[in-house]
């Protein structure tokens, strides 16, 4: 009889050890969608922790009622076998068949950061493996996007052996967050390791069609703009940061693409004319990466064109240097041509204005001759009223230079009249007559 007891609590422990088990991964799909799910419903995260704890101590309160009904059952045996064998073995019988009722290790609350220049996405590691297959679609990413800064990472009960008298496991997370950084990223890629981003040459070297070699530097700022572009950049680079793919993909994309610009050019053309050329390939790459989830804000050539053979360099500075000198020689000359324009605008000034003047003065000299000759005509005509008009003229202007005083010497008539003496109307009007 105590053989049967026996063997029916241990179906019993091995049957509600299968079943909680069962239970257990039957509800662990469940438990990951739910947790995905806490992100559209914050309150969630209180219900799956009552749930947790509600479960966990269910499965406990189990192992101890299998435990209780065991003992009833075997208590009258128990006191039998006491009293033969002794209180030791006992204890000892106890002890083995209560080994199985131990609590499993609680479900540790894993919780995770989403920054604010980040992008999260939770993806469940369990479950429809349809679903797992298909993680890097974009689709199913933008389902999983994290809205909350906090995350909770779900875990999964992980059997390590057999689980008969004791569990035998551990928990694992049943998810994994994947970050995705938005912050706008800037690389310079320059020959100079005092420049560039980096210590190493990293210039872009290319060839024209006349075989020169040259490199020059070039500078690039890129950002994920958007939560869609954060899902399409984690399709496409699963696991890659935006500096790592601007370092490789997008850098290797400008070496292949300006070398195809510039390969069938001629030197002097790309050197007097490369803004179009440098300004297609900017673009070029812009739109092929954009559809990669990466938007790229500038992008553009730093520095100027430094080529492998120190002789271009060289016969460039001469070239240079003889343009300057013709440009200085021809400043020069227009300097010296405005100077002679000037000399000679003056000059021209200077001619007509004494033109000018010469006319103005034989002019009056005419003026003074006609003036000359109508007086000497009307002398002609009366010489005596002439002559009494000079005689008047003459002492008028001896008044306005006398100074108002009598001359200290006279020689002469003992009563000098120093009177002007003005001829009377009757004496002119005969002289007139005759």
Not at 210 to 233: K, L, M, N, Y
Request: aromatic fraction near 8%; charged fraction near 25%.
């Amino acid at each position: 009889m105590l053989y049967v007891k026996l063997l029916v609590i241990a179906a019993a422990f091995c049957a509600y050890g299968l079943y909680s088990t069962y239970d257990y991964n039957h509800r662990l799909d469940e438990n990951t969608k739910v947790a995905v799910k806490q992100f559209e419903n914050p309150e969630l995260s209180t219900q799956i922790r009552d749930e947790q704890y509600v479960r966990s101590n269910g499965y406990y309160m189990g192992w101890v009622v299998i435990a209780l009904v065991g003992g009833l059952m075997l208590v009258s045996d128990v006191k039998n076998l006491f009293k033969k064998v002794g209180s030791a073995a006992c204890i000892l019988l106890l002890c083995l068949l209560l080994t199985g009722c131990g609590r499993k290790p609680f479900e540790p609350l894993k919780l995770e950061i989403v920054n604010n220049n980040e992008i999260g996405f939770l993806l469940p590691l369990v479950g429809d493996p349809k679903n797992q297959s298909s993680s890097q679609n974009e689709d199913y990413l933008k389902k999983n996007l994290v809205f909350t800064q906090q995350v909770r990472i779900p875990q999964q009960w992980v059997s390590l052996g057999y689980e008969t008298s004791c569990w035998n496991g551990e928990w694992r997370d049943a998810a994994i967050l994947k970050k995705v950084d938005v912050s706008p990223v800037t690389r310079e890629w320059t020959a100079d390791p005092n420049s560039g981003t980096s210590n190493r040459n990293e210039a872009i070297w290319v060839m024209t069609g006349d075989q020169v070699e040259f490199s020059t530097g070039w500078t690039c700022t890129a950002r994920i703009a958007s939560r869609d572009d954060a899902a399409t950049f984690l399709h496409n680079y699963a696991g890659g940061t935006l500096e790592h793919v601007m370092d490789h993909e997008i850098r290797a994309k400008l070496q292949a693409e300006f070398g195809l610009e510039v390969t069938d050019l001629p030197m002097d053309e790309l050197r007097n004319h490369a803004t179009p050329h440098i300004k297609r390939v900017a673009e070029d790459i812009t739109k092929f990466f954009q559809t990669r989830g990466i938007q790229i804000t500038n992008f553009g050539i730093t520095g100027g064109f430094v080529y492998k053979d120190p002789k271009i360099s060289d016969r460039m500075v001469e070239i240079f240097n003889m343009e300057q000198e013709k440009a200085i020689r021809l400043a020069k000359t227009v300097a010296q041509e405005q100077e002679n324009k000037k000399i000679i605008l003056e000059a021209d000034g200077k001619a007509k204005g004494l033109l000018i003047e010469k006319a103005a003065e034989a002019k009056g000299i005419q003026m003074v001759a006609d003036a000359k000759a109508y007086e000497m005509q009307k002398a002609k005509e009366s010489q005596t009223t002439y002559l009494a008009l000079k005689t008047i003229e003459l002492q008028k202007a001896n008044i306005e230079k006398w100074d108002g005083k009598l001359p200290t010497y006279y020689i002469g008539s003992s009563n000098p009249n120093t009177l002007l003496q003005v001829p009377s109307p009757a004496k002119v009007t005969g002289a007139e007559s005759k």
